[in-house]
């Protein structure tokens, strides 16, 4: 039964994947190219290709794409479910848990040294958006190899987030339209 | 009344997912904006918490984000309306390009719009984590600023495992309410 297949395939994604992002990606390529014969490799990379340009998490994409591919739209739907099922049960566990005894000291200590380091981290996701968005592709980060124009992109997204309090969906989209208007005039 | 808030938690994470281009923390700055300094449903220590949260449990942060936010927002009903207004655009998107994946790939205004987008979700974590950065150092805890310098750090610099930084700090968080209890006795 294909559907039950795909559903325990990214039900075992889901369930081990921490870390989010990429960390999903070897366990994706185990289950679709190696261990079925979902996806050929250069499918696969085809497949992560469109996972960057695209929005939502590479694991739902993969699920829906892989899915669609072996058994049409009930195959996405039961690869997608597989993928987020995990999570829901033991993520609202834990927030059941946080929300109840969230006043308990001990629970209050180990949250206030959380903290900090969720904002640690939220900060080194930036800096690797940053380093990738103002180097392009160079692998070697160098004063020459910046690119200036998204250097002044960034800053005015900046200024209109932090002075102008401007939906940062909005900002978003200005600009990759101040990028393509600079391409189109130069 | 309720109804109301569930509805607007649909269109919230729809929104929010259909333009979240660059994986897991970038949909979390966003979450933290709308349900956090627009909409005031979630303080912005709580929402640090279910950010740890759903950092530190298996599947996408994404998915697991609007999981915490949606059951502290409107319980088990919120939580699924949370998951579908995620799920649902990645859900269409791939399904139809999947089929138009080639024409896709080669428009080079598709490619430069992304580009540019890439300078303003940097921009989006760049003003998230100033913010809170901001209120963390005025609580003047040495303690809570040298663990996000340090978290910082090692997993920018050194490519430290998320995980490992999480259950540290869940270790001294451990020693920290010991101490505290010690002291109040003492």
Redesign the interface.
């Given at each position: 039964m294909i559907l039950l297949e795909l559903f325990l395939s990214f039900l075992q994604v889901?369930?081990?994947?921490?870390?989010?992002?990429y960390a999903?990606l070897p366990l994706i390529q185990n289950q679709v190219v190696t261990l079925h014969p979902w996806l050929s490799l250069s499918e696969f990379t085809?497949l992560v290709?469109?996972s960057q340009?695209?929005?939502?998490?590479?694991?739902?994409?993969s699920a829906?794409?892989v899915g669609?591919?072996i058994a049409g739209?009930w195959g996405?739907i039961f690869a997608?479910i597989g993928?987020?099922l995990?999570?829901?049960i033991?993520?609202?566990l834990?927030?059941?848990f946080?929300?109840k005894y969230?006043k308990l000291?001990?629970l209050?200590?180990?949250?206030?040294?959380?903290?900090?380091?969720?904002?640690?981290?939220?900060?080194?996701?930036?800096?690797?958006?940053?380093v990738?968005?103002f180097f392009?592709e160079n692998t070697v980060h160098t004063l020459s190899s910046m690119r200036i124009d998204?250097?002044i992109?960034?800053a005015i997204?900046?200024i209109?987030?932090?002075y102008k309090k401007m939906d940062?969906?909005y900002?978003?989209?200005?600009?990759?339209?101040?990028?393509?208007i600079?391409?189109l005039i130069l | 009344m309720k109804n109301n808030k569930l509805i607007q938690l649909f269109v919230s994470t729809l929104y929010l997912s259909a333009f979240t281009f660059g994986g897991g923390y970038v949909i979390v700055t966003l979450m933290k904006k709308k349900f956090v300094d627009t909409l005031h449903w979630i303080d912005q220590d709580e929402m640090l918490d279910l950010v740890a949260i759903a950092q530190s449990s298996p599947g996408a942060i994404a998915v697991n984000g609007a999981i915490v936010v949606g059951y502290k927002i409107a319980g088990i009903p919120g939580l699924l309306v949370s998951i579908l207004g995620t799920i649902i655009p990645p859900f269409i998107i791939i399904s139809a390009i999947s089929v138009f994946y080639e024409i896709f790939q080669s428009n080079i205004y598709v490619k430069l719009i992304l580009d540019g987008m890439q300078a303003g979700v940097g921009a989006v974590i760049c003003s998230v984590v100033y913010d809170m950065s901001k209120d963390l150092i005025k609580t003047k805890s040495w303690m809570n600023n040298a663990i996000m310098m340090i978290a910082f750090v090692v997993t920018c610099f050194f490519n430290v495992n998320v995980i490992y930084v999480i259950l540290i700090c869940i270790a001294i968080g451990v020693v920290r309410t010991f101490y505290h209890k010690g002291s109040d006795h003492g």
């Open positions: 889901g369930l081990f994947s921490f870390g989010g992002g999903a085809d290709t469109i340009m695209t929005p939502g998490p590479i694991a739902i994409n829906t794409f669609q591919k739209i996405a997608t993928c987020i995990p999570s829901c033991i993520v609202s834990l927030a059941y946080y929300l969230r000291s001990m209050q200590g180990i949250l206030e040294t959380l903290r900090p380091a969720v904002i640690a981290m939220i900060a080194t996701a930036g800096v690797s958006i940053l990738s968005a392009g998204m250097m992109i960034f997204g900046m209109l987030l932090q940062p969906i900002v978003m989209i200005l600009c990759g339209m101040m990028k393509l600079e391409y | -």
